[in-house]
Each structure stands twice: as C-alpha cells, then as structure tokens.
C-alpha cells in the first residue's frame, strides 16, 4: 500500500468516518487494493482472496453475482444499545419535568411539589420567562458539549474513557439536580433554581460527552472485526456475500428502536411520578436507571474494541479552509478550483500541518458542502423547540381530566 493511501486511511478515521467506508487495515497484504472503499475492495481476477482468518474475500465477479445479507451481530454491540436505552431514559425523564418544576409554585398544602389528578404540579413559581430560558439553555449546552467530547475522544481518551468520564460527569449532575428538588430546598425557590442550574451544567456536560461517543463505539465493534466483505456459504448450500454496511445498517436500526423506548418512557412515566408524588422521585428514578450504564461498561470492558484517539480532524479541517479562503477567497470556497488548489499536490511549499492526501481534501469538501443544509435547522428547531416549554406551559391552561401537563404536549 503506498504512503498515500495509507495516510488516506489513518486520515479517514480520525474524521471518524467508519471503517467500513473508508478502511482502517492498513497492514500490507498480498491483492489488496490500497485505495478507495477498503469494504469494496476485490480482487481483480477470477480468484478469490483470503484474509489472515481465512475469510474469503470476493471477486468482481461475485460482487455482481452473489446475493448480500446482512452478518451476525454479537451481543457485546446490543449491550451499547441497552447502555444508551436507560440514558436517555435518564435524560428524557429528567428534563420532561423541567418547566412545571421551574414555572409553577407549590400547590397547596404539598412540599414535594405533587398536586394530584386535577391539579398542577409546580415547584419554584418562577414563571413562563425563566423556565423558558433554563429549558432552552440546558439544550444548547446538551448539543454544544458534544463537539469537546468528540474533540477529547479523538485527541486524548479515545471514545471508551471519553463515555466513563461522562457518565460520572452526568451522575453528579443528576445527583445535585435531585438536591435541588428535595421538599426541605425547594422551599427556598432561589437556593433551589441556583443548585439546579449547576446541577445542569454537570448534567448538559456528561450527557454532551456520552452522545458524542456512544454510537460511534458500536460501529467500532463491528468494523475492527470485519471490515471487508466476504463471501460465506448457507446452510441451503448459497454463497451469499457478508456486507459490513448492510450489517451496520440493521444494527443502527435496533440501536434507535431502543434510544426511542428509553425516551418514550422516560418521558411518560416521570411526568406521572411528579404529578402524584413529588420531583424528588421524577429526578430520582431517572438517576437509579442511569447508574446501569457504568455497570454494564465495566463489566464489559475488557470485550470492547477500543480504537485508541488519533488526533482531531476538526482542528485541521478548519486549517485547511483558512489557508484556501486565504489563497482564494472566501466567495469562491463554492467553486471547485477552490479545493483543487489546496490539495497537497498542489501546493509547493507546504505547511507542516498538511500531512494529508488529495483524497482527504475531497472528504472535507464533501463534508462542507453537506454542512448547507444545516441553514434550515433554525427554522426546525424554532418549531421543534415549543414542546420541551412553551406547548407544556399551554397545557398547564386546559382542562387535563387526569393527564400530566407534561403529557398532554406529547
């Protein structure tokens, strides 16, 4: 394999890109193709290539031929997705309570905050205006802290000690969030919004750093198992090819079909555990379920494929646009020969930062080009955003027969 391609591939990882995409085996081995898909990559002739565990590789042929399926899965990548089932049980179940807890005063003759069938639950009286803003904050701070914990996954802890940190990070801000909310604090509403607001700081962050690394470590399981495709023979006596991408893909699936019932619930039942009990016991669950996560990360810790951190991609991407918009000009960074002139070829006297190929630079390209259609998130967001307060505040005006304000939005 040449400099190039290696350089290609070690590059294409640290951008994070699966290795079933881009390829992470850059070991020298008899046939193989050095560039491109390292998932794709066949031999060229009618014969057919073997890997160190006697995998048979396809050949051109077969790519046209045989039939794709998708390969086992273990149970090590299902034991993630339970690990992200009860976090985001933990983070949905917490924050559906927010804006009653932070809006509405204490009903009569409770301390907990419970208000019971009719009623409305409420903890600090503190208003439509305040809830709004501590809800809408919690959420950029939730989806800002991603980007450190990706850049500190990359660049120091790889994503297995990134996810530890977090969930400790996390627990403490769960821990001081039901604090915040014990009959004797939330008497003082003041003391109790200032320990709820560390409280989220802590929380914002784990959770930023666990979502950051989560999904990508299952990926990681897989492809540094079985990177390539291979051709494999049923038990009916069919040679089928095995497709790491189409493996992948059903393994996201279920991924997010257990994300999405952790959040369901989550959200449903703790809006019920303030009504008729109190937030204590809303934020408390949430924090019990969420203590699974290290339990189920330490008991398998010595099973998971750890990719050990390679360095940031972000830093060097901007670099890279930097030094073209300075040669270029920014209005020109949609044309073509914007790119085509800061690739590594091109350029004469290279900086000691561009340590990359030609290929890599059509990767960031490609990725800022993806990047338009984040101009339509805002419009999105604004809409999307009224159900974690305004839409609960609207409910907590009707007549709810029974349901919790908090699900009468969903």
């Known amino acids: 394999m040449s400099t190039a391609a290696e350089l290609d591939l070690v590059e294409a990882a640290r951008a994070d890109y699966p290795a079933i995409e881009k390829g992470m085996n850059t070991d020298k081995k008899p046939g193989y193709k050095g560039e ?18 006697g995998e048979v590789y396809p050949t051109d042929e077969e790519l046209e031929t045989l039939r794709r ?31 009653n807890f932070i809006s509405y005063p204490l009903p009569e003759g409770s301390t907990t905050g419970a208000a019971g069938t009719d009623g409305q639950a ?76 560390v409280g989220l700081l802590f929380f914002g962050t784990g959770v930023g750093w666990f979502k950051a690394n989560i999904s990508p470590l299952i990926a990681e399981q897989y492809e540094m198992t079985q990177p390539r495709m291979t051709v494999e023979t049923l038990k009916s006596g069919e040679r089928v090819i095995v ?5 992948i893909s059903r393994v996201y699936m279920r991924y997010y079909f257990l994300v999405n019932v952790g959040a369901l619930v989550g959200q449903i039942s703790m809006v019920y555990a303030e009504k008729y009990v109190g937030f204590w016991l809303s934020f408390l669950l949430p924090t019990i379920l969420f203590l699974l996560c290290p339990i189920i990360m330490v008991l398998c810790r010595n099973k998971y494929a750890k990719r050990p ?17 300075k040669r270029n000009g920014f209005r020109s960074m949609s044309k073509k020969h914007f790119w085509e002139q800061i690739r590594p070829s091109q350029v004469h006297d290279k900086p000691s930062w561009m340590t990359f ?51 009468a939005r969903l």
């Open 122 to 197: 409420g903890a600090l009286g503190m208003g439509q205006q305040v809830s709004t803003a501590v809800t809408l904050f919690n959420s950029f701070w939730s989806y800002f802290m991603p980007l450190v914990g990706g850049y500190l996954a990359d660049t120091y802890w790889g994503r297995f000690l990134t996810i530890q940190y977090a969930i400790v990070i996390a627990t403490v801000g769960h821990i001081i969030i039901i604090v915040a909310s014990v009959p004797s604090v939330i008497q003082n509403a003041g003391g109790s919004l200032g320990c709820f607001i």
């Open 69 to 99: 399926v998708h390969g086992k899965v273990s149970w090590l990548i299902y034991s993630i997705g339970i690990v992200e089932m009860v976090e985001r049980f933990a983070y949905y179940g917490t924050t559906a309570v927010f804006v």
């Open 357 to 407: 190929d030609d290929a890599w630079v059509d990767e960031v390209r490609r990725g800022f080009m993806a990047c338009s259609v984040f101009l339509w998130f805002p419009i999105f967001w604004l809409a999307y955003g009224q159900m974690s307060n305004n839409l609960i505040n609207q409910a907590a005006t009707m007549r709810l027969n029974g349901l919790s304000a908090s699900d």
């Open 309 to 325: 951190p390679t360095g940031s991609v972000l830093g060097k991407s901007f670099r890279l646009v930097v030094y073209g918009i």
């Open 36 to 53: 491109g898909d390292l998932g794709h990559a066949v031999s060229s002739t009618t014969d057919s290539l073997r890997g160190p565990n």
């Open 243 to 247: 497709d790491p991408v189409m493996t």
